[in-house]
């Protein structure tokens, strides 16, 4: 039995759920910070994401039958948060999914967890030009080195597709750093 | 080197165009990974103070006071009480007779149109002939009856 195998028992026994919820935050809450955050971009707002995905593993963590990897489980959840999060953000403020990220990117120049430089921030827009999709895959492979099988198991599309996808993504983005 | 001096592929092809792009795709990745850095930053010791906030009611089980049913039957004890109620202590019956006078004339001054008022009569239009029907004893008595104010009131 591998140590994930371990953790998703000890997850859903009454008995053991608390500790084992302790290490599923240490071991995860990293990497799924950043994931949340390369889409979202603002800290506070990854914040309440990051908050929301581990609050929803805690409350149905019964219900994970093992089909899939812990991890890509976990990295399904703090994705759908996330573009849900964007969604409700559009619907409160009636703009548009891009608008919502048009503002945030707008905001990061003065966001003070945002030390970038005026590349960086070129590079945040040229991401932002992307479609959804595109974005994640890219986020994901640049930022974050996921290897395309995880990838794939987490976006449910194939590797083919994702390579592809990431190639596209790539040519677009240094065309837009490219340009004046 | 030439093309007939390549190494046998033994079978294994490549995708179509895969080594005309190849170069251009090995360039665009290695400018973006010249660009590559983490600008977002995270206030001092987050990771180490993250926790997660669960919420009260994870652990202990709470009657959701929302549930449709729950709403039914509150409805329906508070529809009872209340039919209980007024049927206990509202025995008093009201008829016309028990109207207090003052209230029913402000009410038709106030509320009701003159118009409404028409629902009240019948739709029969007076003529000559209703007028000639009256014998002379009681065309007597009808004018005897005749207040002066009224007379020149009209």
């Given at each position: 039995m591998t140590d994930e195998q371990q953790l998703v028992l000890n997850l859903q026994n009454p008995k053991t759920k608390n500790k084992a919820f302790s290490e599923l935050v240490a071991l995860y809450k990293e990497r799924l910070y950043w994931h949340i955050r390369h889409i979202l971009k603002s800290h506070d707002d990854t914040d309440d994401v990051l908050q929301n995905v581990f609050i929803k593993v805690h409350k149905s963590?019964?219900?994970?039958?093992?089909?899939?990897k812990l991890y890509s489980w976990l990295y399904r959840i703090a994705t759908n948060e996330s573009i849900t999060f964007i969604n409700k953000k559009a619907k409160r403020l009636q703009i548009t999914n891009e608008e919502v990220q048009n503002l945030t990117i707008n905001n990061l120049q003065a966001d003070v967890y945002f030390e970038g430089e005026a590349i960086q921030l070129k590079l945040q827009k040229a991401i932002n030009s992307l479609p959804e999709k595109q974005q994640l895959v890219f986020n994901m492979k640049?930022?974050?080195?996921?290897k395309y099988s995880e990838m794939s198991s987490i976006l449910s599309t194939s590797e083919g597709a994702l390579k592809t996808s990431y190639h596209l993504a790539s040519k677009k983005i240094e065309a837009f750093l490219k340009t004046d | 080197m030439k093309k007939n001096h390549?190494?046998?592929?033994?079978?294994f092809k490549v995708p179509k165009d895969y080594f005309n792009s190849f170069e251009e795709r090995l360039n665009t990745q290695l400018y973006l990974d010249d660009k590559k850095s983490n600008s977002f930053k995270t206030p001092d010791n987050y990771f180490e103070n993250f926790k997660v906030n669960l919420p009260q009611n994870e652990t202990s089980k709470v009657i959701r006071f929302s549930s449709k049913k729950t709403i039914i039957i509150i409805t329906s004890i508070a529809a009872t009480i209340a039919l209980l109620l007024t049927l206990t202590f509202n025995t008093k019956q009201q008829n016309l007779n028990n109207l207090d006078s003052e209230l029913l004339s402000a009410y038709v001054y106030d509320e009701i149109e003159t118009e409404d008022l028409n629902?009240?009569?019948?739709d029969v239009s007076l003529n000559e002939a209703d007028f000639l029907k009256l014998k002379n004893d009681n065309l007597e008595q009808v004018i005897n009856d005749i207040e002066l104010e009224d007379i020149i009131q009209d």
């Open positions: 963590i019964d219900k994970f039958k093992g089909d899939s640049y930022f974050q080195d996921l | 390549l190494p046998h592929n033994n079978g629902l009240f009569l019948e």
